[in-house]
């Protein structure tokens, strides 16, 4: 009998799967005009690798759900907006970035508890 894996690590597997090919696209596919986007590309790649280990750890948190749906929601308010913002070269479509960070912070924030 092999160890029953948490719905964390399967989010984390989809994210970090879904982080690496992203990040692959940024740095051998993606050609702004712009330079300044590839530098937002690669700091939504980064915080989405990143977060998206994090998850790992969700089983063994006091409150797993409530750190894996923070970081969850991060991933796709920070990085996915930032991702868009990026591909479209145009910052009107970053609204939800701030969010997505203030979801990572509540993230961390709630291992206090």
């Not at 591909?87 to 609204?95: A, K, N, T, V």
């Not at 997505?100 to 508890?113: D, N």
């Amino acid at each position: 009998m092999g160890k029953k894996f948490s719905v964390w690590h399967r989010v984390a597997a989809v994210f970090g799967a879904a982080g690496i090919g992203l990040g692959a696209y940024g740095a051998h596919v993606f050609k702004p005009q712009n330079p300044i986007y590839k530098e937002v590309w690669q700091t939504a790649s980064l915080y989405h690798l990143v977060h998206s280990a994090a998850l790992l750890a969700s089983p063994v948190m006091k409150h797993p759900n409530i750190f894996g749906v923070l970081v969850t929601a991060g991933i796709i308010a920070f990085s996915g907006t930032s991702y868009t913002v990026a591909y479209l070269e145009d910052r009107r479509y970053g609204l939800l970035a701030p969010l997505g960070g203030l979801s990572f912070v509540a993230a961390w924030g709630s291992l206090l508890f």
